[in-house]
């Protein structure tokens, strides 16, 4: 069975870090690209970053470039998203994800997604 | 950035039906299109993508099209478990980003 299990979130105050991971099984993880993506509570998607099966592409997007980092280590199977400086408005359930694309040269199209980590920060 | 616009906000339909959804692009997207599923409760499901594929399993009534900026999905004859919010995402090749569409629920 294709599974991301994704883990790390939790109540954090403003301004500290948090560390989310995800480890995928049941396919092969370093041939695809993984991507994160938020919901906060009763809102919509939004795209939070990408990396490619290589690590040879990595995006974020504009409301976590410079405080959120992205790697994997396909050697674990494993995705990571550091989140630094964190804000009230990072709260939401975060969801690691597989792309449909076999070693593409960017992210896309989502067809596995895990059940998700919710971050909260509050003081 | 490449905004994505989704209309209506919320369409009412009976089940029998056929849904249009629609999704703009603020600029051409070369077809990087993918649609999504997702029930209260649930994780997004992957229905389309490239704009008119079908992901694996997902059933015949679910049809993408649209070019450039304009995209539809469409649902032909409505299924009760159809009910949910879509939302529409696209991909730019440089800087490599990502946007989501604001969603579309569909409600009976």
């Known amino acids: 069975e294709v599974q991301l299990v994704e883990s790390g979130g939790g109540l954090v105050q403003p301004g500290r870090s948090l560390r989310l991971s995800c480890v995928g099984s049941g396919f092969t993880f370093e041939d695809h690209g993984m991507q994160w993506v938020r919901q906060a509570p009763g809102k919509g998607l939004q795209w939070v970053s990408g990396?490619?099966?290589?690590?040879?592409?990595?995006g974020y997007g504009d409301s976590v470039k410079g405080r959120f980092t992205v790697s994997r280590d396909n050697a674990k199977n494993s995705l990571y998203l550091q989140m630094d400086s964190l804000r009230a408005e990072d709260t939401a359930l975060y969801y690691c994800a597989k792309d449909i694309s076999v070693r593409a040269t960017n992210y896309y199209a989502m067809d596995v997604w895990g059940q998700g980590t919710t971050v909260t920060v509050s003081s | 950035e490449t905004v994505l616009t989704q209309s209506p906000a919320t369409l009412s339909l009976s089940p029998g039906e056929r849904a249009t959804l629609s999704c703009r692009a603020s600029?051409?997207?070369?077809?990087?299109l993918a649609w999504y599923q997702q029930k209260p409760g649930q994780v997004p499901r992957l229905l389309i993508y490239d704009a008119s594929k079908r992901a694996t399993g997902v059933p015949a009534r679910f049809s993408g099209s649209g070019s450039g900026t304009d995209f539809t999905l469409t649902i032909s004859s409505l299924e009760p478990e159809d009910f949910a919010v879509y939302y529409c995402?696209?991909?730019?090749?440089?800087?490599?980003?990502?946007?989501f569409g604001q969603g579309t629920k569909l409600e009976i």
């Open positions: 600029q051409t997207i070369n077809n990087y």
């Open positions: 995402q696209q991909r730019t090749y440089w800087p490599p980003t990502c946007t």
């Open positions: 990396i490619s099966w290589n690590s040879g592409i990595i």
